[in-house]
């Protein structure tokens, strides 16, 4: 704690959690965490496949591999430090720690915002374009892809972080939620901060609304290419690929924009605990699940990995 004039200071956070030690609390905390051991287990080897298997050697699977790093790191930059809080008590966060829990937090949010919009262009071009698709997508762009989706994810992070913790804050120390997300910590701040959480808005429109913008866009063309196509095959296969696809960014975004793009007055700890479980911990074990369980050249790849262990002969 510090006293400046009559006020008090103070110089950490305790975060409240999830989880009371009730019996139904204590069942759905073992929930978690089997799902992050699902979302290591499942993005790692996704991960492992892509790089391993050249058949995989992809711009689809470029990118997936890139998606399934950032879930791994976003899970495990929320889950492993709510597990220690709840199993040994406290809760007890510095400001640092705060802080770069936001900066890798939005960073990695933001890095997936605009990874999963540049994946559905990739699947625009595939289905729209195939001939002109290797060029379109060459190994550069891909590459240029995925840097600007880490820089503006980072940009947004810094921003967030500092500006969140510049205010003074004041009063009560506990954090109604399970690590420092930006709308529960702007509760505690004793300062106006009704222009920031308009900037905060605006930050959320160019990097929700933007990507998820040229997603619809994307799969709108695909959808009239897919209705196009003379092969029942073909377009069943396209189905499959987008619609999977689809299914991650609805419960990414929607969950997101329910968080980040609401008026502070209309927050409830209840729902936002809730919401944001969906893209910490919910998205990273559905996406190796719905990019594996659906595709066979996935499953190819892992049958071929497994033939080559010591352990299956």
Known sequence: MAWVGNQTFISHFILLGLFTHSPLHLFLFSIIMIMFLVALSGNGLMILL?????????????????????????????VPRMADDFLLGGGSISFTGCGLQ??????????????LAFMAYDRYVAISNPLRY???????VCWLMVAGSWLFGLVDGLIQAVFTLHFPYCGSQEIDHFFCEVPAVLKLACADTSLYETMIYVCCVLMLLLPFSV????????????????SVEGRQKAFATCS????????????????????????????????????????????????????????????KLLGRCPCGH
């Open 244 to 303: 999977s696809h689809m299914t991650v960014v609805s419960l990414f975004y929607g969950a997101a924009m329910i968080t980040y793009m609401r008026p502070q007055a209309y927050h409830s700890s209840k729902q936002d605990k809730v919401v944001s479980a969906f893209y910490t911990m919910i998205t990273p074990v559905l996406n190796p699940l719905i990019y594996s369980l659906r595709n066979k050249e996935v499953g190819g790849a892992l049958r």
């Open 134 to 140: 290797s060029v379109v997508m060459s190994r550069r």
């Open 215 to 230: 997603i619809s866009a994307s799969y709108l063309r695909i959808l009239v290419a897919v209705l196009r196509m003379h």
């Open 50 to 78: 892509i790089n391993v298997d050249s058949s995989l050697h992809s711009p689809m699977y470029f990118f997936l591999s890139w998606l399934s790093l950032m879930d791994l790191m976003l899970i495990s930059t929320i």
């Open 102 to 115: 936001i900066l890798f937090f939005l960073t990695l949010l933001g890095d997936e915002c605009f990874l």
